[in-house]
C-alpha cells in the first residue's frame, strides 16, 4: 500500500458542470468525516460533494457516498478509481456545480471517475512503511558524537530542543529502532538512551 503525502487538486468540466477534485491525507475514519464536513461547509454554494476514503495500514476501513447523485454514479466511481490506486490513508472529495445540463447514468458514472483519475494521476504517495517515535536526552558533547550516526538510518520529523541539555524526538522505521537504541547507547558510553514508542 501507498499513503498520500500531500493535498493536491484538479478540476474539469463536463457539459459546463464544474468539477472539482480534490485529496488530503487522513490516518482514519473520523479525520475522513471531519474532512469532508470542512469541504461542505466550504462548497455549502455547489449541488453535491461526493466522497470516497480508505484508512488503515492495509485500508482495512473505508467510505464512499454519492450525496445527493443518483444511487452508484458518483461515489462508487470515485471509490474503485481510489481503490485501483492502492493509496490508503486518503480521501477524496469531488465537488460538482451544476452546468444546467443533465448529464445522464452513464455521463455520471465518466464524469466522477475521470475527476478522481485526473488528481490522483499528480498525487504524491509513498509506500507504506511502519514508523516508530523516538526521544532522547543528553549533553551537548554527547549530542556531537549521536548526530553522526543520523545518516545510517531512515530518521524523518526530527526536532532538537536546546536548553541545559539537548532534547530530541523524531520518527525512525519501525525495523531499525531497535539498532538505533543499541548504537546511541553505545557512542555515547551508557550516558544516553533512546526512548521508543509505537505510533498511534
Known amino acids: ?12 468540466k463536463v457539459k459546463n458542470s464544474r468539477f472539482i477534485a480534490e485529496a488530503f491525507p487522513i490516518k482514519t475514519a473520523e479525520e475522513a468525516r471531519a474532512k469532508l464536513s470542512e469541504q461542505k461547509e466550504k462548497y455549502a454554494d455547489a449541488r453535491h460533494v461526493v466522497h470516497a476514503f480508505f484508512a488503515g495500514t492495509k485500508a482495512e476501513v473505508s467510505g464512499l457516498s454519492d450525496d445527493g447523485e443518483p444511487s452508484g454514479t458518483a461515489g462508487r466511481p470515485v471509490f474503485e478509481v481510489l481503490k485501483g490506486s492502492g493509496i490508503t490513508n486518503i480521501i477524496l472529495t469531488v465537488t460538482r456545480y451544476f452546468g444546467g445540463t443533465l448529464l445522464g447514468t452513464g455521463g455520471l458514472v465518466k464524469a466522477y471517475q475521470d475527476a ?85
Open 1 to 12: 500500500m501507498k499513503v498520500l503525502l500531500e493535498y493536491c487538486t484538479a478540476e474539469s
Open 116 to 200: 478522481a483519475k485526473q488528481v490522483l494521476a499528480i498525487a504524491k504517495a509513498e509506500e507504506y512503511v511502519e514508523k516508530n517515535s523516538f526521544s532522547l536526552s543528553t549533553d551537548y558533547a554527547t549530542y556531537k558524537l549521536i548526530k553522526h550516526i543520523y545518516p545510517r538510518y531512515h530518521i524523518s520529523g526530527l526536532q532538537e530542543g536546546y536548553t541545559s541539555s539537548v532534547d530530541v524526538s523524531g520518527q525512525i522505521v519501525a525495523k531499525e529502532g531497535e539498532e538505533f537504541q543499541k548504537e546511541v547507547f553505545n557512542v555515547s558510553k551508557g550516558k544516553t538512551t533512546v526512548e521508543v514508542k509505537t505510533c498511534t
